[in-house]
């Protein structure tokens, strides 16, 4: 017996061993570095640990050819994520978009979240659960609406997406407890739609992409250090062309930076990208030339309401959109439910602080929850929290891709509401950027910096 207890325990190192080789993941642990410090160099730092941060710092070193062959830092101003719009999100994902790039980006996203321990479950650790909760999305639309949700429709079943339309009385067959008034034609999906915890979607990202070696790093980006390239453009202007060569974060609690030298850089830094952008001098050029040119994403305040009502819906209650903007969803199985509504551009709220205006929810929420749900005229608001949407202003859609006048920098940034269901598909779109230098799963190049140079908006219909 005694011989035999140092065998099994050679055989269980060998088992982990080979665990590891299947499962990508290390104990990596430079013993150079000061845990949370910046380290002195990088190949990739990001900047910004959101979801998208993550996501992307995962896919890196998951498409590394060889181990450790890129080394990846992740730059985090907040451990405690108190602003960022991940974990203040409702964590929904849905395939019913009107852009052929939004509904693929849910569908592999999905499909990744269907897989995830394959992906992010960690040799030794507890396996990941996001607790997904998978239910259809409900679009509803009065007849002025109506079109425009048959023609969504059409795209999206020509993109393989798994939807139905739902006459009234189908509706009210299915969903009893609907008030149907007013309501022309609905949408409903039929798979890969449902909410999880953004939590848990970031912690497992984050777990994962530390286990393969991704560094992670406390500290604010406050400035870049880069070099400038005159060029001439083919109607004989001088335009630079920017290289960033340091990245400066600042410590925690002190005035003192340590820059970071890097190969280039990844901005996911969610609704305050638009402000990294401007370090490096993106948007301060004349008007009506590309250098003038912002990057058009700014915090937007946005409330979720959470109420309960003992005779609301049940399990097979979807998440309802309805025709005035008006969304809810269940919240576990206690008679809890979320819900809220984007205002409009004339009342969006002052994004000084994340106070909530609970008159908003008893003057534009309430009174529609209510008609479309009769049950939902007895709820009793308990509580609600805001967060910002990282708002593209020009039109509400993801910016992908590189800067045409700085050289190095990528962008992951703009969501508008719809990033924490894209962030798996989006993570793995920037990294094949970066490691194949081309798009190779799903062709993102409608999301470029350029359009806002040429003025062509990449418009989606299902902006909630
Ligand atoms: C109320 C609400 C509901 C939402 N509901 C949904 C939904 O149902 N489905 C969906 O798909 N999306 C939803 N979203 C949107 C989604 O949450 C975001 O699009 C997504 O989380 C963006 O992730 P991110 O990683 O880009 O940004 P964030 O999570 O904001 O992360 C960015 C990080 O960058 C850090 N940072 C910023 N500047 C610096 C700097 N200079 N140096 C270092 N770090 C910096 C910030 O501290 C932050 O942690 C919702 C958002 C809100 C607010």
Known sequence: M?????????????FRQKAKEVLPGSDWSPLHQTPGLPPEWADIVIVGGGVVGWSTAYWLKKKEAIREGVRVVVVERDPTYAKASTVLSVGGIRQQFSLPENIHLSIESAHFLRNIQEHLNVVNEEPVDIQFNPTGY???AGQEQSAILEENHQIQ????????L???????KKFPWLNTDGVAIASYGLENEGWFDPWLLLNAFRRKAISMGVFPCYGEVIGFQYSTREMKTDDDRSVSLKRIHHVNVRMPNSIEYQPVECALIVNVAGAWSGKVAEMIGIGNGPEGTLEGIKLPVEPRKRYVYVFHCPN???LECPLIVDHKGVYCRRDGLGGNYLGGLSPTEEEEPDISDLEVDYEYFHNSVW?????????FECLKLKSAWAGYYDYNTF????IIGTHPLVANMYFATGFSGHGIQHSPAVGRAIAELILDGKFKTLDLSAFDFIRFFKGTKVLENNIV
Request: glycine share 6%; net charge neutral.
């Open 2 to 14: 005694l011989f035999f207890v140092p065998d099994l325990e050679k055989e269980f190192v060998k």
């Open 138 to 140: 409900l679009f509803l």
């Open 157 to 164: 079943r020509a993109q393989g997406a798994a939807v139905t």
């Open 166 to 172: 739902l006459s009234p009385q189908q509706l009210q």
């Open 312 to 314: 609301g819906p049940g």
């Open 367 to 375: 009174p529609t929850l209510a008609q479309r749900v009769p049950a």
């Open 395 to 398: 039109d509400q859609n993801a």
